[in-house]
């Protein structure tokens, strides 16, 4: 079977396919050769007693050092307008290491938080050439245009350490439930 990683947790590997979640093991093989499957990876991997087995890594278009990850289409950097106080030096950093491989998009989270502040990096990243989004979970039409935006690609999240990145994840996804063996996309 054909599917793409989406998940990496304590040495199991979920490969989405055909719409379904697989959990998965790497075999010994990558060791040998040096090469651990990344989220992003197109593998092919065979089921064994409800347990996947990963065979092969197609070949990577690309990978991001942090977070570590392969074939990802543009990172989504979240910078919260407060709580926690962010550093703007930091995020450019956070940009900058990104800039050269693939398109970086910025989302100002946490909008309903401090409008005025919210609004004034906005206007300092899109003057810098940066698509970028004023999102809050409270204003779901905000999530929603995100999403649309987002829809298609593969796309990597990236922000200081609560900034919001699980609830922007739940509210993307729809809050779709999943479980630890196999989930549906709806």
């Known amino acids: 079977m054909k599917g793409k990683i989406v998940k990496l947790t304590g040495g199991f590997y979920y490969v989405m396919s055909d719409e379904v979640v697989y959990e998965t093991r790497a075999r010994g093989l990558f060791r040998n050769e040096d090469k651990k499957p ?9 089921m064994e007693n409800n347990l996947g087995y990963i065979e092969k890594i197609y070949p990577r ?10 074939n990802v289409d543009q990172v989504l950097v979240l910078i919260p307008t407060k709580e926690p106080v962010y550093n703007l030096n930091l995020v450019d950093k956070i940009i900058a290491s990104y800039e050269e491989e693939v398109e970086v998009l910025v989302a100002i989270n946490k909008y309903d938080l401090d409008k005025s502040e919210g609004e004034y990096l906005f206007e300092i990243y899109r003057k810098a050439g940066f698509k970028t989004f004023l999102i ?3 204003y779901t039409f905000t999530i929603d245009l995100l999403r649309e935006y987002l829809k298609g690609k ?24 999943t479980s ?6 709806n």
């Not at 630890?180 to 996309?185: I, M, T, V, W």
């Open 136 to 138: 809050s979970y409270k």
């Open 38 to 46: 990344l989220v992003g990876d197109i593998v092919e991997f065979k």
């Open 154 to 177: 593969t796309t990597a999240l990236s922000g200081v350490s609560a900034a919001g990145k699980s609830t922007v994840i739940s509210h993307i996804l729809k809050k779709r439930s």
């Open 61 to 70: 278009k690309n990978i991001l050092k942090r977070p570590k990850v392969a």
């Open 180 to 185: 630890r063996k196999c989930f549906r996309k």
